[in-house]
């Protein structure tokens, strides 16, 4: 029976994510109420909200970038990983098929050779 081993990845991928979007979920939360709670005008305030919307938009744009870069190659490094894995398989069984078709060959000569010597005695 073969086995095929699988890498830890997707769970430390998952907790990275989490990570990520717990941090980026802090900083937005953070600077809204610092904004909110600042001594000014409300043109400013909003203008503020908006511009640290605007930048938290980015910030996640580009941590989802990266996520999706990391999840690629962890995808592309076990696809990689699997497909050896298969190819080991099918050598094995290609090289146990040669070994029975050989087996029954040596057997089927030593039936042939007892039909012969059955056949000469009687």
């Given amino acids: 029976m073969y086995k095929i081993k699988l890498n ?3 769970i430390k991928m998952s907790k990275s994510s989490n990570t990520i979007v717990g941090l980026l979920a802090g900083t937005v939360i953070g600077a809204t109420l ?3 709670f600042a001594p000014d005008k409300g043109l400013v305030t909003r203008q503020k909200i908006s511009d640290e919307a605007i930048a938290a ?3 996640l ?9 990391q999840v690629s190659s962890s995808v592309s490094d076990s ?3 699997l497909d050896t894995q298969i190819e080991n398989v099918v050598s094995n069984v290609s090289h146990k098929a040669e070994d029975v078709i050989s087996t029954l060959e040596k057997k089927l000569k030593d039936l042939k050779e007892k039909s ?5 005695t009687a």
């Fill in 8 to 10: 830890h990845k997707n």
């Fill in 34 to 36: 610092g904004i909110l």
């Fill in 57 to 59: 938009k980015d910030k």
């Fill in 61 to 69: 744009a580009e941590k989802a970038s990266e996520l999706k870069d």
């Fill in 79 to 81: 696809k990689e990983s």
């Fill in 116 to 120: 012969k010597k059955l056949q000469k």
